[in-house]
Protein backbone atom coordinates (compact mmCIF):
# COMPACT_ATOMS: atom_id res chain seq x y z
CA UNK A 1 0.00 0.00 0.00
CA UNK A 2 1.15 3.67 -0.60
CA UNK A 3 1.30 5.24 2.12
CA UNK A 4 1.17 8.65 0.09
CA UNK A 5 -1.53 8.06 -2.18
CA UNK A 6 -3.89 10.57 -1.18
CA UNK A 7 -1.20 13.12 -1.83
CA UNK A 8 -0.23 14.48 -5.13
CA UNK A 9 4.06 15.24 -6.58
CA UNK A 10 5.59 12.98 -3.34
CA UNK A 11 7.05 9.98 -3.92
CA UNK A 12 5.54 6.43 -3.53
CA UNK A 13 5.95 4.97 0.07
CA UNK A 14 5.18 1.31 -0.18
CA UNK A 15 4.48 -0.90 3.01
CA UNK A 16 3.10 -4.29 3.30
CA UNK A 17 0.75 -4.45 6.30
CA UNK A 18 -1.62 -7.53 7.17
CA UNK A 19 -5.53 -6.65 7.33
CA UNK A 20 -8.61 -9.10 7.13
CA UNK A 21 -11.65 -8.17 6.17
CA UNK A 22 -15.02 -9.98 5.00
CA UNK A 23 -15.37 -10.31 0.81
CA UNK A 24 -19.28 -9.50 -0.34
CA UNK A 25 -18.60 -10.50 -3.39
CA UNK A 26 -15.80 -10.18 -6.60
CA UNK A 27 -16.59 -8.23 -9.68
CA UNK A 28 -15.04 -8.66 -13.00
CA UNK A 29 -15.53 -5.87 -16.18
CA UNK A 30 -13.40 -4.97 -18.92
CA UNK A 31 -11.71 -1.41 -19.38
CA UNK A 32 -9.99 -0.34 -22.72
CA UNK A 33 -9.74 -4.42 -23.55
CA UNK A 34 -8.06 -5.59 -19.88
CA UNK A 35 -9.79 -7.33 -17.63
CA UNK A 36 -10.16 -6.39 -14.12
CA UNK A 37 -11.04 -8.82 -10.80
CA UNK A 38 -11.88 -6.80 -7.65
CA UNK A 39 -13.32 -8.17 -4.60
CA UNK A 40 -16.22 -5.81 -2.23
CA UNK A 41 -14.70 -6.04 1.27
CA UNK A 42 -15.71 -4.85 4.69
CA UNK A 43 -12.64 -4.45 6.65
CA UNK A 44 -12.58 -5.88 10.69
CA UNK A 45 -11.89 -2.93 13.46
CA UNK A 46 -8.64 -3.45 16.06
CA UNK A 47 -7.44 -6.99 15.54
CA UNK A 48 -6.19 -8.49 18.78
CA UNK A 49 -3.60 -10.94 19.49
CA UNK A 50 -3.52 -12.97 22.99
CA UNK A 51 -2.06 -16.61 23.11
CA UNK A 52 -1.49 -16.68 19.40
CA UNK A 53 -5.38 -16.17 18.96
CA UNK A 54 -5.84 -13.60 16.58
CA UNK A 55 -9.67 -11.88 17.27
CA UNK A 56 -11.63 -8.98 16.51
CA UNK A 57 -14.51 -7.69 17.72
CA UNK A 58 -16.19 -5.52 15.09
CA UNK A 59 -16.38 -4.38 11.64
CA UNK A 60 -15.52 -0.99 10.26
CA UNK A 61 -18.11 0.56 8.83
CA UNK A 62 -17.29 1.48 5.33
CA UNK A 63 -17.13 -1.32 2.09
CA UNK A 64 -14.46 -0.93 -0.33
CA UNK A 65 -13.65 -2.59 -3.60
CA UNK A 66 -9.60 -4.13 -4.04
CA UNK A 67 -7.72 -5.63 -6.77
CA UNK A 68 -7.84 -9.57 -6.06
CA UNK A 69 -3.94 -9.41 -6.48
CA UNK A 70 -3.70 -8.33 -3.21
CA UNK A 71 -5.00 -10.95 -1.42
CA UNK A 72 -2.58 -13.07 0.16
CA UNK A 73 -4.57 -15.77 1.65
CA UNK A 74 -8.22 -16.45 2.80
CA UNK A 75 -9.09 -17.22 6.36
CA UNK A 76 -12.05 -18.53 8.40
CA UNK A 77 -13.64 -17.07 11.41
CA UNK A 78 -15.48 -18.28 14.27
CA UNK A 79 -17.62 -16.61 17.09
CA UNK A 80 -17.01 -17.77 20.16
CA UNK A 81 -18.70 -16.31 23.53
CA UNK A 82 -18.91 -13.30 21.37
CA UNK A 83 -15.98 -12.96 19.90
CA UNK A 84 -14.49 -13.09 16.39
CA UNK A 85 -11.33 -15.38 16.43
CA UNK A 86 -9.17 -15.75 13.01
CA UNK A 87 -8.67 -18.92 11.91
CA UNK A 88 -5.09 -17.91 9.77
CA UNK A 89 -3.10 -21.28 8.78
CA UNK A 90 -0.53 -18.45 7.19
CA UNK A 91 2.14 -20.83 5.31
CA UNK A 92 -0.69 -23.51 4.78
CA UNK A 93 -0.86 -23.61 1.15
CA UNK A 94 2.43 -24.68 -0.75
CA UNK A 95 2.56 -21.65 -3.27
CA UNK A 96 6.20 -22.15 -5.04
CA UNK A 97 4.03 -22.82 -8.81
Known amino acids: MDTHAKHRNILP ?5 EEYGFIDYFL ?7 HYLLAYIQWMMKIEEKASIKSFQNMK ?12 RSV ?4 INGCNCIIDREDAVNDEF
Not at 28 to 34: H, K, P, V
Not at 76 to 79: A, R
Request: net charge positive.
Open 13 to 17: NMKQF
Open 76 to 79: SFLK
Open 61 to 72: TGKEFINVQIID
Open 28 to 34: LFECNRI
